[in-house]
């Protein structure tokens, strides 16, 4: 494992932690997208159903295990234990207008057309979207909590690691992936906007706002 990989999955692990310690200390979800933690949730289930047929490393299956774990946990904490903080009139993009599209791309292009390299498709190309409900859901509001700012930033530090990890790959060990790849780039790209206003802003003490 190279120092990019690591240091993605425990960018991607703080994100994960910041969230849920947000949601339990506040005992509120109050800015927080469901419909992005549903979509996670979904990336992660279809991802790791492998877990079920192969075992590769103590490491892989505990990050695999926790990542699912959490997911639900957080859908859990939103949709049920803290529901009525949950602001579902501004959550509102139609997670359809991913989840639809995503697998029809996922079934069209794949390494292979079997039912869990299909499954895995569709979770790479739906995580590279996953997060538009959130930042959708920051603009209608027009603000975002510090706290929520951070697992932004963490999440989106995890996927630019992760493009790092792939190029490494390439060099050193000739593996290369061009979906993964691509569908990184994208997710990073949605991103991009937000890396500046958390340096120019958040960074600085200044509240996060993106423009309605």
Same mark, same amino acid.
């Given at each position: 494992?190279?120092?990019?990989?690591?240091?993605?999955?425990?960018?991607?692990?703080?994100?994960?932690?910041?969230?849920?310690?947000? @949601? !339990?200390?506040?005992?509120?979800?109050? $800015?927080?997208?469901?419909?992005?933690?549903?979509? +996670?949730?979904? *990336? /992660?289930?279809?991802?790791? %159903?492998?877990?079920?047929?192969?075992? @590769?490393? %103590?490491?892989?299956?505990?990050?695999?295990?926790?990542?699912?774990?959490?997911?639900?946990?957080? *859908?859990? %904490?939103?949709?049920?234990? +803290?529901?009525?903080?949950?602001?579902?009139?501004?959550?509102?993009?139609?997670?359809?207008?991913?989840?639809v599209p995503v697998g029809g791309l996922a079934c069209l292009v794949n390494h292979d057309f079997s039912f869990l390299e299909i499954l895995w498709t569709f979770s790479i190309y739906l995580e590279s979207v996953a997060i538009l409900?959130?930042? /959708?859901?920051?603009?209608?509001?027009?603000?975002?909590?510090? @706290?929520?700012?951070?697992?932004?930033?963490?999440?989106?530090?995890?996927?630019?690691?992760?493009?790092?990890? !792939?190029? !490494?790959?390439?060099?050193?060990?000739?593996?290369?992936?061009?979906?993964?790849? *691509?569908?990184?780039?994208?997710?990073?790209?949605?991103?991009?906007?937000?890396?500046?206003?958390? *340096?120019?802003?958040? %960074?600085? $003490?200044?509240?996060?706002?993106?423009?309605?």
């Amino acid at each position: 494992m190279n120092i990019f990989r690591l240091t993605g999955d425990l960018s991607h692990l703080a994100a994960i932690i910041i969230l849920l310690l947000k @949601i !339990w200390k506040t005992r509120s979800c109050a $800015g927080i997208s469901g419909k992005s933690q549903i979509l +996670f949730a979904l *990336v /992660f289930t279809t991802r790791y %159903l492998d877990l079920l047929t192969s075992f @590769i490393s %103590l490491y892989n299956t505990t990050m695999k295990v926790i990542y699912i774990g959490c997911a639900y946990a957080t *859908v859990y %904490l939103i949709y049920m234990k +803290f529901k009525a903080t949950y602001d579902g009139n501004h959550d509102s993009f139609r997670m359809e207008f991913l989840v639809v599209p995503v697998g029809g791309l996922a079934c069209l292009v794949n390494h292979d057309f079997s039912f869990l390299e299909i499954l895995w498709t569709f979770s790479i190309y739906l995580e590279s979207v996953a997060i538009l409900p959130q930042l /959708f859901m920051i603009s209608k509001t027009g603000e975002a909590e510090t @706290i929520t700012t951070h697992y932004l930033f963490f999440l989106g530090l995890y996927r630019a690691l992760y493009l790092f990890n !792939w190029i !490494w790959r390439f060099y050193f060990e000739g593996f290369f992936d061009m979906i993964a790849i *691509v569908a990184g780039m994208v997710q990073t790209i949605l991103y991009c906007d937000f890396f500046y206003l958390y *340096v120019t802003k958040v %960074l600085k $003490g200044k509240k996060l706002s993106l423009p309605a």
